[in-house]
């Protein structure tokens, strides 16, 4: 179906949106930290990408716009447990920066699938 980058600094984590996201069809790339993920996708094109907030190195927050720059196009999932300052805040600065979409962990496998559908959606027809 699709590619698909999971950027997120826990092991277990990624593991479990790769498996995830593999069960529904999609190919998974996976990186540690927003460095790694930026390099991963000037080797590799990806559809979407999902991207931990709060990591060491560099987090989501500064990933984020420069994903938005280097690929107009691509579809970014923000995802954060981290409530410091609140999730609604949180949904509206990652979206500010350049995210599609945002997503508080935990969720369910079909909360993410949902999202990912309704962000891999082509964009009406003009006149439709």
């Known amino acids: 179906m699709a590619r698909m980058l999971v950027i997120d600094d826990n092991q277990a984590v990624r593991e479990v949106l790769g498996r995830m996201l593999r069960r529904a069809g999609h ?5 540690s930290e927003g460095d790694a ?8 094109v990806v559809d979407l990408v999902t991207v931990d907030i709060f990591m060491p190195g560099r987090g989501g927050l500064s990933t984020i716009p420069e994903l938005r720059k280097e690929w107009p196009k691509l ?3 923000a995802i954060s447990a981290a409530d410091r300052e609140g999730p609604l805040h949180m949904a509206e600065r990652a979206t500010a920066l350049g995210a599609d979409a945002f997503l508080k962990k935990p969720f369910e496998a079909r909360e993410l ?3 990912i559908g309704t962000l891999l959606q082509p964009p009406p027809a003009p006149g439709a």
């Open 27 to 31: 190919e998974v790339l996976e990186a």
């Open 37 to 44: 993920g930026l390099a991963l996708l000037r080797s590799h």
């Open 75 to 77: 579809k970014i999932l």
């Open 113 to 115: 699938l949902r999202v």
